[in-house]
């Protein structure tokens, strides 16, 4: 069975960050293949015009207004994901922070479901200048691997989502509010996780229209490098190793 077989009628995708961008474009494709959506975000006005907009008059897409630092909206979202739709096939966890606990029922591992969460390349790559961010982002990845892991013997599959240059509502401060040529759309995402799904891949690297596949494959190449050949970190942007992190990686065949 395919991870991507959750995108089948009758499935329920329940989406934190489904207020714009790539939630949103997330849930737009699982409605678009029969899904019955919940989506949730913690600006609720986004969520009734989204409603408005893109799914009027849909009984299969449920909207909540939620905290997602908060153990008790947490809870109160389970109960209303099971009083309307009865399971959880598919979960993008597209914001938030983690918190200790259990969903509280170890069936929904055994059925055949997927977890979706979103991290950054800024977490893999490593560049300089928001070291924070960074390391909350490598966090993110080195869960997903965790998850991915415990869940390994279960039909549960776990997807680590790695958008590239995407133009959403966090990127549309731009001068002119044009989408930047070099940027993907959310839907773009979307198409590529619901393909790359559907080949049961852990690692959903999106390229972008100015960075490729085998861009990210080079640089991220790189900055594995720094570790095993002991050049020091962030080499790729130091000025004396600049030249030969670009000669070599011009050299890949990755």
């Not at 959880?88 to 979706?116: C, H, K, Q």
């Not at 790729?236 to 600049?242: A, T």
């Amino acid at each position: 069975m395919s991870p991507a077989d959750v995108f089948s009628p009758g499935s329920t995708a329940l989406i934190t960050g489904a207020g714009s961008g790539i939630g949103l474009a997330i849930a737009k494709t699982c409605r678009s293949k029969g899904l019955r959506t919940l989506l949730v975000d913690n600006n609720e006005e986004a969520l009734e015009a989204l409603t408005k907009t893109h799914f009027p008059n849909d009984s299969n897409v449920v909207t909540s207004k939620v905290d997602v630092s908060s153990a008790s909206d947490w809870q109160a979202l389970k109960k209303l994901a099971l009083d309307k739709f009865g399971s959880i096939e598919f979960l993008v966890l597209n914001a938030g922070r983690g918190l200790r606990g259990t969903w509280g029922d170890d069936n929904y591992f055994r059925d055949p479901t997927s977890i979706v969460i979103t991290g950054s390349k800024q977490g893999i790559t490593n560049p300089p200048g928001n070291p924070a961010y960074n390391a909350s982002k490598a966090a993110v990845k080195t869960l997903a691997e965790h998850l991915s892991w415990d869940l390994k013997d279960t039909s549960t599959s776990v997807h680590l989502l790695v958008p590239g240059w995407t133009y959403t509502g966090l990127t549309r401060a731009t001068p002119d509010g044009v989408k930047p040529a070099g940027a993907w759309t959310a839907e773009q995402v979307a198409d590529y996780l619901y393909e790359k799904m559907g080949k049961n891949e852990f690692y959903i690297i999106c390229p972008d229209n100015d960075v490729t596949e085998q861009q990210d494959k080079k640089r991220m190449t790189w900055a594995a490098g720094d570790v095993v050949q002991r050049r020091p970190p962030l080499s790729r942007w130091r000025g004396e190793w600049k030249q030969e992190a670009e000669e070599t990686m011009a050299k890949m065949d990755v």
